[in-house]
C-alpha cells in the first residue's frame, strides 16, 4: 500500500512530528509512505528512514496565521504558493498513492485552503481514488463562526472517507472543542494518542533529579523560559535545565545567558523524551506531542497553556490532564517565579502518577483503519 501524508507545520514542529511518527508507523507495516512537508525544515526532528518531499516552505507571522510568510522571510506571493500546490499534486501524480492523509485540514489551515483542495480535487481525478483521510489531534482551534464548522462539514462530506482523531475517547472526544454534526459523527474513526514507543532511561541519567523546561520545538514560549530563570534562583537546590526550540535558539540561549540565573541553557535535544524519565518535574506549554511524553514518562508536570492570540487548545487539554497526580496547571496570567516554584514543588510531591489506562497505539491503530478502508490494495 502506497500513502502520501500531506503537512504543513506553521508556528511549532508538533504537526509535523505527529505525522513523522504516523509515517513510521506505515513504514514499520510495510507500507511505502511518502511525507510532503509544507513547513521550514525541523532538523530537531528525525526523518530517518522516511521519505520527506520538502515543499517550498511556509511558517505563520507569529500568531497571525492568515499572513504566510516564505523562505526569503517576505509575505509569500500568489507565484510562491503556486510552486507549492504545483509540487504538491506532482508528489499525488508521481506516488499514485492508495491513502492519502491531510492532516489537519479541512478542520484548520483555512489559509492554505486553495492548495488542499486542488490535492482533493487531483486525488479524486485519479484512475484510482485513493482512500482519503484526514489526521487530527485530539483537541482542535473551536471554530470562531459557525460557518467554519459547516464548511468543514462540507469538504468532509465531499472529499473524505474518514476522520482519525488521534485521542483516546475516554479521556477527550472532539465534541470537547469542536462542534460535531450526525453527518461528521459518522466519519470519525479514534485511533488513541499517536505517540511513539515510550522512550524508557537515558544512557546516561541525563536530566538527572533536575526541573526540565522546554517550550515545544517553535519560537514560542520565552516568557516562560524568563520566568524559569528567576524561579530557577528561588530553588537554589534544585537544577533547573531550559531546553531551548526554534531556528533562534541559539540566539535566546547566548540573550538568557546574560541574565546571571543558575538554570543550565542548551538548544532542544533529540533525548528529550529519554531524560523525562529522570527528571524530578517537567516545566512546559501543553502542546499535544509533549504532553503524551509526560503521560508516558509519568514525570511531575506542570502545564501553561499557550493562550496568546486568544488560542484556547491547550487550554483545553490542560483541563483536562488537570485532575491527575502530580499535574498542576498556571494560566499564563498567573505565571511568576513564585508560583512557579510552588506548582514545581507541589507537584514532586504528589504520589506517582501512572500512564492511567491510555490508549498510545494511535499510530498503529491508523494503520489498521486505512488498510481496512483501502480493502484488497497493495
Given at each position: 500500500m502506497k500513502v502520501l501524508i500531506a503537512v504543513t507545520h506553521l508556528l511549532g514542529t508538533g504537526h509535523l512530528s505527529r505525522a513523522l511518527t504516523l509515517a513510521r508507523a506505515f513504514d514499520a507495516a510495510g507500507?511505502?509512505?511518502q511525507i510532503a512537508s509544507g513547513g521550514f525544515p525541523a532538523p530537531q526532528l528525525s526523518a530517518e528512514g522516511i521519505e520527506l518531499i520538502q515543499l517550498p516552505?511556509?511558517?505563520s507571522d507569529g500568531?497571525?496565521?492568515t499572513r504566510l510568510m516564505a523562505d526569503d522571510d517576505a509575505q509569500a506571493d500568489e507565484a510562491y504558493l503556486a510552486r507549492r500546490q504545483l509540487a504538491l499534486c506532482t508528489a499525488l501524480r508521481d506516488l499514485q498513492p492508495d491513502v492519502l492523509l491531510t492532516e489537519l485540514y479541512p478542520f484548520g489551515r483555512r489559509s492554505l485552503r486553495r492548495e488542499f483542495l486542488a490535492l482533493l480535487e487531483a486525488a479524486h481525478a485519479q484512475p484510482l481514488r485513493p482512500v482519503i483521510l484526514s489526521s487530527i489531534r485530539d483537541i482542535l482551534a473551536p471554530p470562531s463562526k459557525p460557518e467554519k464548522a459547516e464548511r468543514a462539514d462540507a469538504v468532509v462530506a465531499k472529499y473524505y472517507d474518514a476522520v482519525l482523531v488521534h485521542s483516546d475517547p475516554a479521556a477527550t472526544r472532539l465534541k470537547a472543542s469542536w462542534p460535531v454534526s450526525g453527518s461528521l459523527a459518522a466519519k470519525l474513526r479514534y485511533t488513541g494518542y499517536v505517540a511513539p514507543p515510550a522512550a524508557g532511561p537515558h544512557?546516561?541519567?541525563?536530566g538527572t533529579g533536575e526541573v526540565l523546561v522546554s517550550a515545544g520545538g517553535g519560537n514560542v514560549g520565552?516568557?516562560?523560559?524568563?520566568?524559569?530563570?528567576?524561579?530557577?534562583r528561588l530553588m537554589p537546590d534544585t537544577s533547573w535545565r531550559l531546553l531551548v526550540g526554534g531556528s533562534d535558539a541559539e540566539m535566546r540561549i547566548a540573550e538568557f545567558a546574560r541574565t546571571g540565573s543558575p538554570a543550565l541553557l542548551e538548544p532542544a535535544r533529540k533525548d528529550f523524551r529519554q531524560m523525562l524519565c529522570h527528571a524530578a518535574a517537567s516545566v512546559s506549554m501543553c502542546g499535544y506531542n509533549t504532553t503524551l511524553d509526560l503521560l508516558q514518562a509519568g514525570t511531575p508536570a506542570v502545564l501553561v497553556p499557550f493562550d496568546a492570540g486568544n488560542e484556547t487548545e491547550q487550554g483545553l487539554r490542560a483541563a483536562s490532564l488537570a485532575p491527575l497526580d502530580g499535574i498542576k496547571v498556571l494560566k499564563t496570567a498567573e505565571l511568576s517565579p513564585e508560583t512557579l516554584c510552588t506548582a514545581v514543588k507541589a507537584a514532586m510531591q504528589a504520589p506517582p502518577r501512572l500512564a492511567g489506562g491510555f490508549r498510545f497505539d494511535g499510530a498503529a491503530r491508523s494503520v489498521e483503519i486505512a488498510a481496512e478502508l483501502a480493502g484488497g490494495r497493495v
Open positions: 507500507h511505502k509512505v516552505p511556509l511558517r500568531l497571525d496565521f544512557p546516561q541519567q541525563a520565552t516568557p516562560l523560559y524568563r520566568c524559569a530563570l528567576d524561579a530557577a
